[in-house]
């Protein structure tokens, strides 16, 4: 039984019934219809009541990039495809300082509509009229473009068209304010800096000469280009005078190597034999050889003429060997002058090349200083250059945002939209209605059809029947034929086609739910099958079944005590149907119930009527019902509508744990828009049918 609740509990748990809200709905249609009219009816009175104002718009363009006005460089720049670019110039012209140009401009803190007609200071009434601004301004972007929409809310027409160009231009205006400022700036310190710089300038330039004069440089070719020109020409000559020290080297030396060799080998070295000296002894020599050589022929070696041609040929070899030895020694001399040149050079080169070492440090001194005063000079032209430009772009400056469409008055109001209002309105107030019937229905925990007894309970009913206009008999309920169907309906499931008898309980979750009702009702259409038995042993009631019967002192309790017979406590209703009263009780119901004759009694009865109705007390006021359950065959347990599904749970439950018999519920006073079976859509459907059809 328990697992039994825990799986009915999952079931309930996976799934939502809407039916309920649905059906909640559609009963109340007409005061859903009600409250329409009703919303839209006031919504109408109060739209009329409310004053119009007008919704002006203009339109901006954001310039993408700077306008190339003039051929120079741009001093202002920023990069518009930044995600934040467009942002900060919307922000920037709903800003407060944007906003109080154009209060002033326009004059706005005169304006009641603006400064509520405050009587202080103008600048608390600038102050109220800047608020009231920001209230009714709306900057909005349009996407994917350089656009922004300024539109302004007032109370005349042409009063928000002129606000809304008067915001645009005063951003405007603000936006190339800030540029000149800029500019201004920038010139400001342009100036201070070329200043600087001149004067750093200068100082440098009289380093630079102080430097020179200290360590006696001279700037031709650079600092050390004298010193450079100067070891060039010690270079040059440096170099002639070696090749003449060579040159005489090489003549002496090949003289000097002839020492001791004939007069004629040395005379023909052509170091030698080129002196005009030496040519014209040779001639003498060849001459005076001559002359001894015909004397030693003709007159022979005794001969004063061959004594006079020896003797002059001797005069001539001691004047060549003179000559020669003079020649000699002027070699050796040009070589020894030619040594002393080279190495005179060599020293004034080697000085030189110490002077130039020592310039080094000078020049890297002074190309560090010359260097420092380019930088300057070249810092300083970009600043001259820079400053000619600002003076050319204060002039030529121009907005980098325009108005792209000025704002006209508009023909219409923009609030209040009256149609569109009144539907908000009235359909604010059916979705509320609607809510109200939906939070209601979800809350209230009470079973008022079948449906919502299996979504409240998590149980199945057997059938359902309606609330009754008026207290009415068995025979008159059974002359509508609706209402019989139902009752045969509920027979038909209970007994479910039994063929052996049958002992039915009818109970109910608390007293005044009808139940005896029900239990007549039952007994009634079981007789027209079969015999039938109605047994009333509610004892609790003051008025029962035993009320509407004649009056007997005999019943079920005597016939359980054996102190009368079946024939003496039975009454003849019908045909197939009889009934057995109560009868008069001297002790507790509980000692009766629980007597060891009843299910004998019960037996013998069953061996007259194959079905016992037996009508019981509620579960609330007794446990009567307990007692019997474990004696019958189908527990029927009659749920008024409206009951709390709790007490439907916890009365169902204790009925199933009393005995084994199945336990069926009947939904009883349910009122005809909530019936749900077949033969409860039918009697619903016949109401409506007599309702619209003419008499």
């Given at each position: 039984?328990?697992?039994?609740?825990?799986?009915?509990?999952?079931?309930?748990?996976?799934?939502?019934?809407?039916?309920?809200?649905?059906?909640?709905?559609?009963?109340?249609?007409?005061?859903?219809?009600?409250?329409?009219?009703?919303?839209?009816?006031?919504?109408?009175?109060?739209?009329?009541?409310?004053?119009?104002?007008?919704?002006?718009?203009?339109?901006?363009?954001?310039?993408?990039?700077?306008?190339?006005?003039?051929?120079l460089?741009?001093?202002?720049?920023?990069?518009?495809?930044?995600n934040?670019?467009?942002?900060?110039?919307?922000?920037?012209?709903?800003s407060?300082?944007?906003?109080?140009?154009?209060?002033r401009?326009?004059?706005?803190?005169?304006?009641?509509?603006?400064?509520?007609?405050d009587?202080?200071?103008?600048?608390?009434?600038?102050?109220?009229?800047?608020?009231?601004?920001?209230?009714?301004?709306?900057?909005?972007?349009?996407?994917?473009?350089?656009?922004?929409?300024?539109?302004?809310?007032?109370?005349?027409?042409?009063?928000?068209?002129?606000?809304?160009?008067?915001?645009?231009?005063?951003?405007?205006?603000?936006?190339?304010?800030?540029?000149?400022?800029?500019?201004?700036?920038a010139?400001?310190?342009?100036?201070?800096?070329?200043?600087?710089?001149?004067?750093?300038?200068?100082?440098?330039?009289?380093?630079?000469?102080t430097?020179?004069?200290?360590?006696?440089?001279?700037?031709?070719?650079?600092?050390?280009?004298?010193?450079?020109?100067?070891?060039?020409i010690a270079?040059?000559?440096?170099?002639?005078?070696?090749?003449?020290?060579?040159?005489?080297?090489?003549?002496?030396?090949?003289?000097?190597?002839?020492?001791?060799?004939?007069?004629?080998?040395?005379?023909?070295?052509?170091?030698?034999?080129?002196?005009?000296?030496?040519?014209?002894?040779?001639?003498?020599?060849i001459?005076?050889?001559?002359?001894?050589?015909?004397?030693?022929?003709h007159?022979?070696?005794?001969?004063?003429?061959?004594?006079?041609?020896?003797a002059?040929?001797?005069?001539?070899?001691?004047?060549?060997?003179?000559?020669?030895?003079?020649?000699?020694?002027?070699l050796?001399?040009?070589?020894?002058?030619?040594?002393?040149?080279?190495?005179?050079?060599?020293?004034?080169?080697?000085?030189?090349?110490?002077?130039?070492q020592?310039?080094?440090?000078?020049?890297?001194?002074y190309?560090?200083?010359?260097?420092?005063?380019?930088?300057?000079?070249?810092?300083?032209?970009?600043?001259?250059?820079?400053?000619?430009?600002?003076k050319?772009?204060?002039?030529?400056?121009?907005?980098?945002?325009?108005?792209?469409?000025a704002?006209?008055?508009?023909?219409?109001?923009?609030?209040?939209?009256?149609?569109?209002l009144?539907?908000?309105?009235?359909?604010?107030?059916?979705?509320?209605?609607?809510?109200?019937?939906i939070?209601?229905?979800?809350?209230?925990?009470?079973?008022?059809?079948?449906?919502?007894?299996?979504?409240?309970?998590?149980?199945?009913?057997?059938?359902?029947?309606?609330?009754?206009?008026?207290?009415?008999?068995?025979?008159?309920?059974?002359?509508?034929?609706?209402?019989?169907?139902?009752?045969?309906?509920?027979?038909?499931?209970?007994?479910?086609?039994?063929?052996?008898?049958?002992?039915?309980?009818?109970?109910?979750?608390?007293?005044?739910?009808?139940?005896s009702?029900?239990?007549?009702?039952?007994?009634?259409?079981?007789?027209?099958?079969?015999?039938?038995?109605?047994?009333?042993?509610?004892?609790?009631?003051?008025?029962?079944?035993?009320?509407?019967?004649?009056?007997?002192?005999?019943?079920?309790?005597?016939?359980?005590?054996?102190?009368?017979?079946?024939?003496?406590a039975?009454?003849?209703?019908d045909?197939?149907?009889?009934?057995?009263?109560?009868?008069?009780?001297?002790?507790?119901?509980?000692?009766?119930?629980?007597?060891?004759?009843?299910?004998?009694?019960?037996?013998?009865?069953?061996?007259?009527?194959?079905?016992?109705?037996?009508?019981?007390?509620?579960?609330s006021?007794?446990?009567?019902?307990?007692?019997?359950?474990?004696?019958?065959?189908?527990?029927l347990?009659?749920?008024?509508?409206?009951?709390?599904?709790?007490?439907?749970?916890?009365?169902?439950?204790r009925?199933?744990?009393?005995?084994?018999?199945?336990?069926?519920?009947?939904?009883?006073?349910?009122?005809e828009e909530?019936?749900?079976?077949?033969?409860?859509?039918?009697?619903l459907?016949?109401?409506?049918?007599?309702?619209?059809?003419?008499?």
């Amino acid at each position: 039984m328990a697992i039994s609740l825990v799986e009915n509990g999952k079931k309930k748990e996976g799934f939502i019934d809407f039916t309920p809200y649905f059906n909640k709905i559609k009963h109340k249609l007409i005061w859903c219809l009600m409250v329409v009219i009703v919303a839209a009816a006031a919504s109408f009175i109060l739209t009329r009541l409310m004053s119009s104002s007008y919704t002006a718009t203009a339109t901006v363009l954001f310039k993408a990039q700077s306008s190339d006005i003039s051929p120079l460089p741009r001093l202002d720049n920023y990069d518009s495809t930044r995600n934040d670019y467009y942002e900060t110039k919307y922000a920037l012209m709903g800003s407060r300082v944007v906003l109080d140009a154009a209060v002033r401009k326009l004059k706005l803190y005169e304006d009641p509509e603006f400064n509520e007609g405050d009587k202080q200071d103008e600048a608390g009434r600038i102050d109220n009229a800047v608020l009231a601004l920001q209230k009714k301004l709306t900057i909005s972007g349009v996407r994917s473009t350089q656009l922004v929409s300024v539109s302004v809310e007032a109370k005349s027409a042409q009063k928000a068209a002129d606000i809304a160009n008067g915001v645009a231009q005063a951003f405007i205006d603000y936006s190339l304010q800030q540029k000149k400022n800029t500019l201004l700036q920038a010139q400001s310190t342009n100036e201070k800096m070329m200043g600087e710089l001149k004067s750093k300038m200068d100082q440098q330039k009289a380093d630079i000469d102080t430097f020179l004069r200290q360590n006696g440089l001279l700037t031709f070719r650079s600092v050390d280009g004298y010193e450079t020109e100067r070891m060039g020409i010690a270079i040059n000559r440096l170099a002639d005078a070696t090749q003449r020290r060579l040159k005489a080297q090489t003549e002496w030396d090949k003289v000097r190597q002839q020492q001791g060799k004939p007069i004629e080998q040395i005379i023909s070295l052509p170091e030698i034999s080129g002196h005009p000296q030496i040519q014209d002894l040779r001639i003498a020599m060849i001459q005076t050889r001559r002359e001894l050589s015909d004397a030693a022929e003709h007159y022979g070696p005794q001969h004063p003429k061959y004594l006079q041609a020896q003797a002059q040929m001797k005069a001539v070899s001691a004047q060549l060997g003179q000559v020669l030895g003079e020649l000699s020694n002027g070699l050796r001399q040009q070589y020894q002058i030619a040594l002393d040149d080279e190495q005179h050079y060599q020293q004034m080169l080697d000085e030189q090349k110490a002077n130039f070492q020592a310039l080094g440090a000078k020049r890297d001194q002074y190309n560090t200083m010359t260097t420092t005063l380019n930088k300057t000079e070249e810092l300083y032209k970009s600043l001259y250059q820079r400053a000619s430009e600002q003076k050319l772009s204060e002039s030529l400056s121009a907005p980098d945002e325009v108005i792209y469409d000025a704002a006209v008055p508009p023909d219409r109001p923009s609030k209040p939209q009256r149609g569109l209002l009144i539907v908000m309105v009235t359909l604010m107030a059916l979705a509320l209605y609607i809510m109200y019937l939906i939070v209601g229905t979800a809350m209230d925990k009470t079973v008022n059809s079948l449906s919502e007894l299996k979504a409240k309970a998590a149980l199945d009913a057997s059938g359902e029947f309606p609330q009754l206009p008026n207290v009415e008999s068995a025979k008159q309920i059974f002359h509508n034929v609706q209402y019989a169907d139902m009752i045969h309906s509920l027979r038909l499931a209970l007994l479910n086609r039994r063929d052996k008898p049958a002992t039915i309980l009818v109970t109910s979750v608390q007293p005044r739910f009808g139940s005896s009702l029900i239990a007549e009702l039952l007994a009634s259409s079981a007789s027209k099958a079969r015999e039938t038995l109605l047994i009333d042993l509610d004892y609790l009631a003051s008025k029962g079944l035993s009320a509407k019967y004649p009056q007997q002192k005999l019943g079920f309790s005597q016939l359980l005590n054996g102190t009368a017979t079946a024939e003496q406590a039975i009454v003849k209703l019908d045909d197939q149907l009889d009934f057995l009263a109560r009868g008069e009780l001297n002790d507790s119901s509980l000692l009766l119930l629980t007597s060891e004759r009843l299910p004998a009694l019960l037996a013998t009865l069953h061996q007259t009527y194959d079905t016992l109705v037996i009508d019981t007390p509620a579960l609330s006021l007794a446990q009567d019902s307990l007692l019997l359950a474990a004696q019958s065959d189908i527990n029927l347990l009659v749920v008024k509508a409206g009951e709390q599904a709790a007490r439907v749970r916890e009365a169902e439950l204790r009925l199933k744990r009393a005995g084994d018999a199945p336990v069926a519920l009947l939904l009883n006073q349910v009122k005809e828009e909530n019936l749900e079976t077949q033969e409860g859509k039918r009697l619903l459907d016949r109401e409506m049918h007599e309702l619209i059809s003419p008499k």
